[in-house]
């Protein structure tokens, strides 16, 4: 398996004649529970609450995408460019519970699981290999959920993301126009014309984006300008509680929607090797903004999901706003 890249779409794709390395075993145990037989490799622990052993938990992905050992070796094949699964794929273990997710965890258990989500981006940017780490949830089988535990998942690539280039590209050039956070005028313009801010908590937001790709998206965001989640979070870690509260009643609200969705945490890419030569990321303080993106899946709603490019969603954020609203949620 390796990583190729389509020259049109800019987008990185593993492919390889080898798949069935990454096909899930059927096994008769919970290798995420903390009396498994076969325990997989720890990254890192979070420490335990109310007695407990450890609270989260980074552990090696049984059967990873990217690989830590070695160099990318990008190199060209005619037009083409292509380059070897270098980077790092773990999964995060929400709670050391099997059926504990973040809709149904207390407010402290999920700041733990901010705190170690936060602590192994920083702790992955470190190494200048890696240009951009991904973290977030597939939840249903429609979504591509690997496991039954309560579990997120996070890779670090040597390469941004093309749904993230767009965004930072994009960033940067209202930057240029206007000097102003492109996400802090959305949020601006949201908290005072309050049609699509579905629940406000400290100094986090929940809102239906103004065209929304899929029925009842959902972002969260910060009110406080930041570009990336990791020095947000291990920077004012007091915040985190609040961020955790408005995360679990956003999941439940959505689950009465939907109970399949994706959840991607957007943050900044590693500009801590910045690359002289292309100039990338010069004021990526000023103009990016971290987030959190929920995006529903609804079956009987498949042409929602049909159109790649323009995406077609039958369900207005306002009114799809007002619906969530209306949902009975935990204080």
């Not at 987030?291 to 369900?315: G, N, Q």
Request: with cysteine; aromatic share 10%; glycine share 4%.
């Amino acid at each position: 398996m390796e990583l190729r890249k389509d020259p049109i779409t800019r987008s990185w794709v593993i492919t390889g004649d080898d798949a069935a390395e990454n096909t899930p075993r059927a096994e008769a145990f919970c290798r995420f529970c903390p009396e498994t037989p076969a325990a997989p490799q720890v990254v890192s622990n979070m420490p335990g609450i109310d007695g407990g052993a450890w609270s989260a938990r980074a552990v090696v992905h049984p059967t990873p995408l990217y690989h830590i050992e070695g160099e990318a070796s990008r190199r060209a094949d005619g037009l083409y460019d292509r380059m070897s699964r270098v980077g790092a794929h773990e999964v995060l273990i929400e709670s050391p519970r099997h059926d504990h997710h973040l809709w149904s965890a207390s407010d402290a258990e999920i700041e733990q699981f901010l705190l170690l989500a936060a602590r192994r981006i920083q702790d992955l940017k470190r190494d200048q290999r890696f240009k951009y780490v991904s973290i977030f949830k597939n939840h249903g089988i429609s979504a591509g959920q690997e496991f039954e535990h309560a579990t997120s998942q996070l890779t670090a690539t040597t390469f941004v993301p093309r749904r993230v280039l767009y965004e930072l590209r994009a960033g940067r050039d209202y930057f240029a126009q206007k000097e102003r956070c492109v996400f802090c005028d959305i949020i601006a313009q949201e908290m005072r014309q309050n049609l699509r801010v579905l629940e406000v908590r400290g100094d986090f937001l929940a809102l239906c984006p103004y065209a929304p790709r899929v029925p009842y998206e959902t972002w969260i965001m910060s009110t406080t300008h930041e570009a990336a989640f990791e020095r947000f979070a291990l920077g004012r870690p007091s915040n985190l509680r609040d961020l955790g509260a408005l995360l679990r009643r956003t999941l439940q609200r959505i689950r009465t929607i939907a109970e399949e969705f994706h959840l991607v945490l957007h943050t900044s890419p590693n500009s801590q090797h910045r690359s002289e030569s292309l100039g990338y990321w010069k004021t990526i303080d000023e103009d990016y903004h971290w987030h959190i993106e929920i995006l529903p899946i609804i079956s009987d709603k498949a042409r929602s999901y049909t159109f790649k490019e323009v995406y077609y969603s039958p369900v207005a954020s306002e009114t799809a706003v007002a619906r969530l609203k209306q949902v009975r949620v935990e204080p």
